[in-house]
């Protein structure tokens, strides 16, 4: 058992009517205590926003976007699994790049 806390961002379709699905950028935004996370999960979280900046740049989105950044990622996945087990927005995933 953990406390965590994940931040969730969603780009809706521009699209509604010929919406094909929910695409998730995940990733996670804690860090060993030994490291300052610069490599891990720096990287996750800049492609993320890169991802994210580009979907809201299209005039013509058929997806939804979902951002993820979860927390607990280092103890155990905890920030990941609460997501998926407990979010309302997780049983609209259809795919996931993490």
């Not at 950028?25 to 993320?48: C, E, I, N, R």
């Not at 996945?77 to 309302?88: C, E, T, Y």
Request: net charge negative; aromatic share 8%.
């Amino acid at each position: 058992m953990a406390w965590i806390d994940n931040v969730v961002a969603e780009l809706p379709s521009t699209a509604p009517d010929e919406e094909a699905g929910t695409f998730l950028l995940m990733s996670h935004y804690d860090s060993v205590w030994q490291g300052p996370g610069a490599g891990d999960a720096a990287s996750g979280g800049a492609a993320q926003l890169a991802g994210a900046r580009e979907a809201a740049s299209q005039p013509n989105r058929r997806n939804r976007l979902l951002v993820v950044s979860t927390d607990g990622e280092e103890m155990g996945l905890f920030g990941a699994q609460g997501f998926f087990r407990q979010h309302p927005l997780a049983a609209e995933v259809d795919l996931v790049v993490n």
